[in-house]
């Protein structure tokens, strides 16, 4: 059973840094296309980044130069370093994966996890 769990998010101020980690069991993340959406109170989604199998990574403009995805195989678990953080950046965020590779940034994926909550403070 494919399962994907999200941890690592919480409350920070402006300007601050967060790591979320994406813990996957039932595939091997080096073999799928991993991505990391966000979420706000209303349910709207959008993407974040994308990690295809070949390392290569790709990421919304806003986010580009503040966000960094990452994967460490032996763990099968990817990251989302995410620093200068703002408020507008406050959001459920979940990771995904799927077996396609070259999707867009926020293009819909087989597997998703439950999320992990991150608020930032003015």
């Known amino acids: 059973e494919v399962q994907l769990v999200e941890s690592g998010g919480g409350s920070v101020q402006t300007g601050g840094s967060l790591r979320l980690s994406c813990v996957a069991s039932g595939f091997t993340v080096a073999d799928y296309a991993m991505g990391w959406f966000r979420q706000d109170s209303g349910k709207n989604r959008w993407g974040v980044g994308i990690?295809?199998?070949?390392?290569?990574?790709r990421y919304a403009p806003s986010m580009a130069g503040r966000f960094t995805i990452s994967r460490d195989n032996a763990k099968n678990t990817l990251y989302l370093q995410m620093d200068s953080l703002e408020p507008e950046d406050t959001a459920t965020y979940l990771c995904?994966?799927?077996?396609?590779?070259?999707?867009?940034?926020?293009?819909?994926?087989?597997?998703w996890g439950q999320g992990t909550q991150v608020t930032v403070s003015s």
């Open positions: 990690i295809d199998v070949d390392g290569e990574t």
């Open positions: 995904a994966a799927d077996q396609r590779q070259n999707l867009g940034v926020g293009s819909w994926m087989a597997y």
